[in-house]
């Protein structure tokens, strides 16, 4: 009888020891892996890196203004950043499926992207210029109307131009460089694109010039999810700070001059 005794208790003992490393097992099983999970201290960045000097390659580091306060917010947040490059139209979609936490690419809070996602408050301002061949008959903004006029694709100057001149003939290229190389070429009559890369393009290509008149002025804002409220309030009060102890004058003083 005793011998039974301790048989039932030594079995017992071995049931529960069965039943704890199951539950062992599956706690461990429980947990994600950390190879697999994004972290939370990386805010990504969504971009097109051919927009200088916002955004751009540079000996195969993407480097420029976005980026560089982009870097300063992610530090503000105790975050480390993480830049991801592709195509301008694919920025806003990125933000909205969580892909990327924000977007910048000298993007405007046009309300045809405010419906898609949330903006930050503005950390810089730019103007739309055009571009023409030196001698050509288009002085002003109105000259365009019955021209043939190159822009890039998903930008605030195409949604103007489209808007402004119905009747011209408008193309739209991927890229600003090759709205640029259709007007040497002769393809087009002119080119609306942001000042900035505007000056770096016609500094690197004889017989362009930007007409004196500034087609539209415009403020560069951050593309948000409008799930993420909380990244907003956080952005928000982070450029706050780098606006008031001088880090975004600086960021666009050092790469553009006032030449």
Same mark, same amino acid.
């Given at each position: 009888?005793?011998?039974?005794?301790?048989?039932?208790?030594?079995?017992?003992?071995?049931?529960?020891?069965?039943?704890?490393?199951?539950?062992?097992?599956?706690?461990?099983?429980?947990?994600?892996?950390?190879?697999?999970?994004?972290?939370?201290?990386?805010?990504?960045?969504?971009?097109?890196?051919?927009?200088?000097?916002?955004?751009?390659?540079?000996?195969?580091?993407?480097?420029?203004?976005?980026?560089?306060?982009?870097?300063?917010?992610?530090?503000?947040?105790?975050?480390?950043?993480?830049?991801?490059?592709?195509?301008?139209?694919?920025?806003?979609?990125?933000?909205?499926?969580?892909?990327?936490?924000?977007?910048?690419?000298?993007?405007?809070?046009?309300?045809?992207?405010?419906?898609?996602?949330?903006?930050?408050?503005?950390?810089?301002?730019?103007?739309?210029? *055009?571009?023409?061949? #030196?001698?050509? !008959?288009? =002085?002003?903004? +109105?000259?365009?109307?019955? /021209?043939?006029? $190159? %822009?890039?694709?998903?930008?605030?100057?195409?949604?103007?131009?489209?808007?402004?001149?119905?009747?011209?003939? *408008?193309?739209?290229? #991927?890229?600003? !460089?090759? =709205?640029?190389? +259709?007007?040497?070429?002769? /393809?087009?009559? $002119? %080119?609306?694109?942001?000042?900035?890369?505007?000056?770096?393009?016609?500094?690197?290509?004889?017989?362009?010039? *930007?007409?004196?008149?500034?087609?539209?002025?415009?403020?560069?804002?951050?593309?948000?999810?409008?799930?993420?409220?909380?990244?907003?309030?956080?952005?928000?009060?982070?450029?706050?700070?780098?606006?008031?102890?001088?880090?975004?004058?600086?960021?666009?003083?050092?790469?553009?001059?006032?030449?």
């Amino acid at each position: 009888m005793k011998n039974i005794k301790i048989l039932s208790i030594l079995c017992l003992i071995g049931l529960m020891a069965l039943v704890l490393a199951a539950c062992t097992t599956k706690d461990t099983e429980a947990q994600p892996s950390d190879e697999n999970t994004k972290s939370d201290n990386t805010l990504v960045m969504a971009t097109e890196a051919k927009i200088p000097p916002y955004v751009y390659n540079d000996s195969d580091t993407i480097v420029g203004i976005d980026v560089d306060i982009a870097s300063a917010v992610a530090d503000y947040l105790g975050m480390e950043l993480e830049v991801k490059d592709m195509s301008f139209g694919s920025i806003i979609s990125s933000v909205k499926s969580g892909e990327a936490d924000i977007g910048m690419a000298a993007m405007m809070a046009t309300t045809d992207l405010s419906e898609s996602v949330d903006f930050s408050d503005s950390y810089t301002t730019s103007s739309q210029v *055009i571009i023409v061949r #030196s001698g050509s !008959i288009i =002085a002003c903004s +109105a000259d365009l109307a019955d /021209k043939s006029v $190159a %822009v890039q694709k998903n930008t605030i100057g195409e949604l103007y131009v489209k808007s402004d001149y119905p009747n011209a003939a *408008i193309q739209s290229y #991927s890229k600003g !460089i090759e =709205a640029v190389q +259709a007007l040497r070429q002769g /393809k087009v009559d $002119a %080119v609306v694109i942001d000042e900035v890369p505007a000056k770096v393009y016609v500094a690197e290509n004889n017989g362009l010039l *930007i007409l004196d008149e500034d087609y539209a002025d415009e403020e560069y804002a951050i593309a948000i999810s409008e799930d993420n409220k909380e990244l907003l309030t956080k952005v928000n009060d982070a450029l706050e700070a780098l606006k008031a102890d001088g880090t975004l004058q600086a960021i666009v003083n050092k790469y553009i001059t006032s030449e």
